[in-house]
């Protein structure tokens, strides 16, 4: 974005205390919308910077566009600088266990009393009820609120395959960061916003809630569900290949059967309308998939593309690096990983004035910008070098 067209949240200021994934969520598409996000991080760095296996990408996928002060909040002089900071924040945002925040002196009603403009944002595993002293992984809300029920197979419940709840919680934390940024330009007041796993998760169940509000049946899992679409499904084909197809109209069961000499299936009376197909599924699909075996995946492709079908490639996460679509769009940015290297990491999804957010900043190095802006809130050089001392505070040392 350039000055003419500065992002829409240049000006404000977030102070995060967060870790894992769903608090850095928020803090990086705030980050990724222009504003200023300093990361509190305790003296060593955020242990998600550590984390092994499944665990390796999440800082560096959830600290882009953002600033590190490392401050030991164990310690008085490490909250009163916390402190000075948020009396310069726009945004506040913390995903600790309910009552940390309280005991260190940073809770909602301390700092809104102190400021009463701040927008806080607390990131949680339940909203207030009975559950809210429970323990929440997005493991756990998908395993109590239905979704790994959905993904796995009949008596095996499997758990989606990526940080849904906690990626979905904050962006839903944003998203209340935003109104309330839009309320507090009508009222001037802050608030308080609460986002939670749990409450994220059920809002995902939603629509099979209602599906069973709407049939009294209740829904089966994904695998073993009855689909609203006759040919919504994976087929194994040529070579042991496989591509998901889909045909989800009747004029595309029309250009379905016409693009591959179907044209008994289209005039079969019992596949007529898509509804005749669903409930033809059990004798349908098993000769659709016998038709189709001994085609490639890449010629389906073709053929789906050229005739304006649904389909895709069973694609693993790491071939995503070289998907013609995203080199072509941009949609891959350098980022700087844990141990120094570089790789690309995706952008936010959507675009402003035709181009996606960029990456701005790097995800900070431990301490990386702590004495500027320690320095910017009113210490000394001498005071940040006492901080430094008694391990109140922590500098980059690579800078």
Not at 87 to 112: C, H, P, Q, R
Request: charged residues 20%.
């Amino acid at each position: 974005m350039s000055a003419a067209n500065p992002l829409p949240y240049e000006g404000i200021r977030v102070i995060e205390f967060t870790h894992m994934v769903m608090g850095p969520t928020c803090g990086m598409l705030l980050g990724d919308l222009g504003a200023e996000v300093i990361k509190i991080e305790p003296v060593g760095g955020d242990s998600t910077r550590r984390l092994l296996g499944s665990g390796s990408g999440f800082f560096p996928m959830f600290n882009r566009n953002k600033k590190s002060v490392v401050l030991d909040l164990k310690q008085p002089e490490g909250v009163q600088a916390a402190l000075r900071l948020i009396d310069t924040a726009d945004i506040v945002s913390e995903n600790f266990k309910s009552g940390v925040m309280d005991k260190l002196g940073l809770g909602y009603e301390t700092l809104a009393a102190r400021h009463p403009g701040l927008i806080y944002v607390s990131h949680k595993g339940f909203l207030a009820g009975p559950y809210d002293n429970r323990t929440a992984l997005d493991e756990v809300v998908q395993m109590m609120g239905g979704l790994a029920y959905m993904t796995g197979r009949p008596g095996d419940p499997v758990r989606a395959g990526t940080s849904v709840n906690d990626i979905m919680g904050g962006m839903f934390g944003a998203i209340g960061a935003m109104a309330a940024l839009a309320q507090r330009g009508k009222t001037g007041q802050g608030t308080h916003v609460e986002a939670s796993l749990f409450e994220n998760n059920v809002f995902l169940m939603g629509q099979h809630m209602l599906q069973y509000a709407a049939t009294g049946r209740a829904p089966a899992p994904m695998p073993s569900r009855v689909a609203a679409w006759a040919v919504y499904d994976v087929f194994t084909v040529k070579d042991g290949q496989q591509i998901f197809l889909a045909v989800v109209s009747d004029k595309q069961w029309k250009i379905f059967c016409r693009a591959f000499g179907m044209d008994d299936l289209l005039a079969d009376t019992r596949l007529a309308t898509n509804n005749d197909r669903v409930q033809a599924r059990e004798w349908m699909m098993p000769e659709l998939r016998s038709r189709l075996a001994q085609r490639s995946a890449a010629e389906l492709a073709q053929v789906f593309e050229a005739e304006g079908l649904p389909f895709a490639p069973i694609t693993r996460p790491e071939q995503l690096f070289d998907d013609p679509h995203l080199a072509a769009t941009g949609g891959l940015a350098p980022i700087r990983m844990n141990d120094g290297s570089t790789s690309r990491v995706p952008l936010a999804p959507f675009t402003l004035g035709g181009a996606q957010p960029p990456v701005r900043l790097q995800p900070p190095r431990i301490g990386e910008h702590s004495e500027a802006l320690l320095r910017q809130a009113g210490y000394a050089d001498a005071d940040i070098e006492s901080m430094k001392a008694r391990r109140i505070t922590q500098g980059d040392s690579t800078s």
